[in-house]
């Protein structure tokens, strides 16, 4: 079961329109690009922004993922019926096998759990052909990016077709042993809806990333920083060792 921010229908109705910035995903369109792969999982593909864009390139894609109501928004988008959604976390995957794996807008960071984490590698690991990709990004915790979840910086205002205005803040609860829980508010002025959403996130270093990956069969070919988010963010590129 995913967040509510996820789950919930009102909630990922507005997903797209409180963050409409997808720069985030040219880093991904260019190792794409770069490794011309034709097939592409995207694993935790939330409202299908970038299975849709890859889709409509011609690239045959899968678009998993456990929250329902994302995948309901993403069915709607230009492309969508090009695009197999699966519904479920990777033990939902038939058999399949593709050049390309991808986790944008930092879905590593909802595994907490290492188990289930090197596991999520290791079933994404058994999907890609001999030699195929995995390209995913995380926080560096250096950074300390939840610093800057408080209401005050946090806080957007925007107006939605259909919806109308709509406030959104994050406030950080507990910070522990790389986990980070946050509580998520969104007020809809509309009917006056006050909905919450409490996420924890793991903040990995990134030897415990590389050492993740050795330990589910792949190897580490590079780091890259996200053009968009200097310094924030770690690209990892990890190639299956089959
Ligand atoms: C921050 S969103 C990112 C969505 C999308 N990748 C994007 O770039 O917009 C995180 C996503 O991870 C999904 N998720 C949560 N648990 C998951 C799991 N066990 N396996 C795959 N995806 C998961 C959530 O449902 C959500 O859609």
Redesign the pocket.
């Known amino acids: 079961m ?1 967040d509510t921010h ?1 789950e919930d229908p009102r909630l990922a109705s507005v997903y797209d329109p409180l963050d409409p910035d997808r720069s985030d995903l040219g880093v991904y369109m260019a190792i794409v690009d770069e490794f011309a792969a034709q097939s592409v999982l995207d ?5 299908g ?2 299975a849709c864009l890859l889709a409509n390139l011609g690239v045959s894609v899968i678009g ?4 329902a109501a ?1 995948l309901a928004v993403a069915r709607t988008k230009l492309g969508a019926s090009k695009v197999h959604w699966i519904q479920g ?2 033990t939902a995957l038939p058999p399949l096998q593709v050049e390309l794996a991808t986790m ?4 590593a960071q ?2 907490v759990d290492d188990v289930e984490w090197v596991s999520t590698l290791s079933v994404i690991r058994a999907a890609l052909t001999p030699q195929g990709h995995l390209v995913f990004e995380s926080r560096i915790p250096e950074d300390r990016a939840w610093l800057r979840w408080r209401r005050e910086s946090s806080l957007t205002r925007v107006t939605i077709p259909g919806i109308g205005s709509l406030e959104y803040w994050v406030e950080v609860t507990d910070v522990q042993d790389g986990l980070v829980s946050f509580l998520s508010t969104f007020v809809f002025e509309q009917d006056g809806a006050v909905l919450t959403s409490s996420s924890t996130l793991r903040f990995r270093s990134e030897e415990e990333l590389a050492v993740s990956l050795e330990s589910a069969g792949m190897s580490v070919m590079e780091f890259r920083d996200a053009p968009d988010r200097p310094g924030r963010e770690m690209v990892f590129i990890a190639q299956s060792r089959d």
């Not at 944008?104 to 879905?107: D, F």
């Open positions: 995913a996820f694993v935790g593909c939330g409202t922004t970038f998993l993922d456990p929250a994302s976390d990777v944008t807008g930092n879905v909802v595994f």
